[in-house]
């Protein structure tokens, strides 16, 4: 029988010591680091980009090449971000802290490829592939939060236990 998947406790610090441990020793945090504001930038290119296509019906063929690139860069943040869930976790993907921002980067990484889906295999004119790669980026906007308000949750979290290890050993003296 499948066991139902637990939802992170929010007060639960979201690492063990030893996930914070790996965490901060694998070379990948450093990647995701860098990739992350990379593809934001991409995104916020990409999408003026493609805006002013629609808006205007110039400058298709710059938004097309922009979209594919955010989509490569995409498939890469997933790539090694599975790889960081794995050395932090031991799960390429659903680890239990990140379950649910797994979850729906499944449906970004789904809109994105369904993007190069109907641009590569001509299903779709140009206007309708602009619009789908506009709800793509709607769900990575979404998804693109929810990571940011991990993130605030665990470093909020690190300073609790930080200050709770402090006075402890403060106390102990």
Same mark, same amino acid.
């Given at each position: 029988?499948?066991?139902? /998947? ?14 914070? $441990?790996?965490? @901060?020793?694998?070379?990948?945090? %450093?990647?995701?680091?860098?990739? !992350?504001?990379?593809?934001?930038? +991409? &995104? ?5 980009l493609v805006v002013r296509y629609l808006a205007t019906g110039a400058g298709e063929t710059v938004a097309? /090449?922009?979209?594919? #690139?955010?989509? *490569?860069? %995409?498939?890469? #943040? ?9 050395? /932090?976790?031991?799960? =390429? ?21 369904? =993007? *190069? ?7 779709? @004119? ?10 793509? =980026? !709607? ?7 929810? &990571?940011? %308000? ?10 609790? +236990?930080?200050? !709770? ?7 102990? $003296?």
């Amino acid at each position: 029988m499948r066991q139902p /998947v637990k939802r992170h406790d929010p007060h639960q610090p979201l690492y063990t010591p030893e996930e914070r $441990e790996r965490r @901060d020793r694998t070379p990948w945090t %450093l990647v995701q680091g860098v990739l !992350a504001p990379l593809q934001f930038l +991409v &995104f916020l290119v990409s999408l003026a980009l493609v805006v002013r296509y629609l808006a205007t019906g110039a400058g298709e063929t710059v938004a097309t /090449v922009s979209i594919v #690139i955010k989509t *490569l860069i %995409l498939y890469l #943040i997933m790539i090694t971000g599975s790889i960081w869930e794995k050395v /932090v976790f031991g799960k =390429y993907l659903f680890a239990r802290p990140f379950f649910w921002e797994d979850v729906f980067s499944m449906l970004v990484l789904a809109l994105h490829t369904a =993007y *190069l889906a109907v641009l590569f295999g001509g299903f779709m @004119d140009v206007r309708g592939q602009m619009l789908l790669a506009l709800a793509a =980026y !709607a769900a990575y906007v979404i998804n693109a939060t929810q &990571f940011l %308000l991990k993130l605030r949750a665990a470093r909020l979290s690190a300073a609790r +236990v930080d200050a !709770a290890e402090a006075a402890s050993v403060g106390a102990a $003296e």
